[in-house]
């Protein structure tokens, strides 16, 4: 029997507001790039010239050389647009749509961990930092990734070298599985993916026996072994388009169904809700809002600015990742 498509979630009311194709054509006349990340609900990424994760995101802030980017997700995502782009005004809807995963890692305590290991090994641990971590951070790193390339980011270093994983621990702990690498893990979290419990993807694997369980990487460890696949939104959305008629358990941001919906609407995909709310919305990625990105693209502002010396260091860590070739998977 094929799956009930689930419909698209109506988009939010705004008032004042143009519809999101009329917001794309406003900016693209001024040669503004909008760019939305994947967890962005359905209105901002129906007004975005560019919708992906975290590293699709920072690929075409690179590519694109806009000379103005309004950047719909968290801060430190604008931040990277910003230190690989920095010739552009990069500004955003709400300033205050930050990160807890970055803020688990502020660069003073992570200058100082680095010293402790450099001075307990012998020798500074290569510093490998998944790419939600604020400009501070990317600085002291040696190379950023992200949940799709973490893995072949982690295997392009000699083997022996000692590495030091920031700041999610779940994904470090993940690609230390699938590398067979020991990793030195930094203890931060995502506060969406950790609350997936492995009881309610269970329950929901009960009541959908064909379904195919996809959960994200920062998810802990007993929902990853409950999933059949662990994928970042990439993979996720490749999975999907590949498959037909098939029913999705999917444990990440639950506004990643909208996209799923869009791009596969072949299938049915299913939340997987978390141990204490029925669904997974980033609370920092919900400030941002029709409203505030008809606003930010009027005024240019809020900007972001990135320390030209800490822009140059990041710059140098991002830059080894996107150097990095993408398994075949
Ligand atoms: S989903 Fe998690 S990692 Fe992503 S912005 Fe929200 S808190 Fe940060």
């Not at 973490?150 to 690609?175: M, N, Y």
């Not at 492995?198 to 999933?227: I, M, S, W």
């Not at 502002?301 to 710059?315: D, G, W, Y």
Request: net charge negative; with cysteine.
């Amino acid at each position: 029997m094929s799956p009930t498509a689930i419909p698209i979630p109506v988009l939010p009311q705004a008032q004042d507001v143009p519809e999101p194709a009329e917001i794309r054509r406003w900016a693209s006349e001024r040669g503004i790039l909008i760019l939305a990340h994947s967890y962005q609900d359905g209105f901002l990424q129906e007004a975005a010239h560019f919708v992906g994760d975290s590293l699709e995101l920072a690929r075409a802030a690179a590519r694109e050389q806009a000379h103005a980017i309004c950047f719909c997700g968290v801060h430190f995502m604008a931040e990277t647009a910003k230190i690989l782009n920095p010739a552009a005004e990069v500004f955003v809807p709400d300033l205050e749509a930050g990160c807890s995963l970055a803020d688990s890692c502020r660069a003073e305590d992570l200058a100082r961990y680095q010293d402790f290991l450099a001075g307990k090994l012998g020798r500074r641990p290569v510093t490998v930092a998944y790419i939600n971590c604020t400009a501070g951070v990317k600085a002291l790193s040696d190379v950023i990734c992200t949940s799709g390339n973490a893995r072949e980011v982690v295997d392009s270093i000699p083997a022996g070298e000692p590495v030091l994983f920031v700041p999610d621990q779940h994904l470090g702990a993940w690609v230390a599985e699938v590398t067979g690498r020991e990793l030195i893990l930094w203890n931060g979290s995502c506060i969406v993916h950790e609350l997936f419990s492995v009881d309610t993807v269970r329950r929901l694997q009960e009541q959908h026996p064909g379904a195919v369980t996809l959960a994200h990487p920062e998810c802990p460890k007993a929902v990853r072994e409950a999933a059949d696949q662990v994928l970042g939104t990439a993979g996720m959305l490749r999975v999907a388009r590949e498959a037909q008629d098939q029913t999705f358990i999917v444990a990440t941001e639950s506004n990643m169904l909208y996209r799923l919906n869009k791009e596969a609407p072949q299938n049915m995909y299913i939340p997987a809700p978390g141990a204490s709310c029925a669904c997974n919305l980033c609370p920092h990625m919900q400030k941002n809002t029709p409203e505030k990105l008809w606003r930010a693209l009027q005024a240019r502002q809020p900007q972001i600015e990135v320390a030209p010396e800490v822009a140059a260091r990041a710059r140098r860590a991002l830059e080894r990742m996107l150097a990095v070739r993408p398994a075949a998977r």
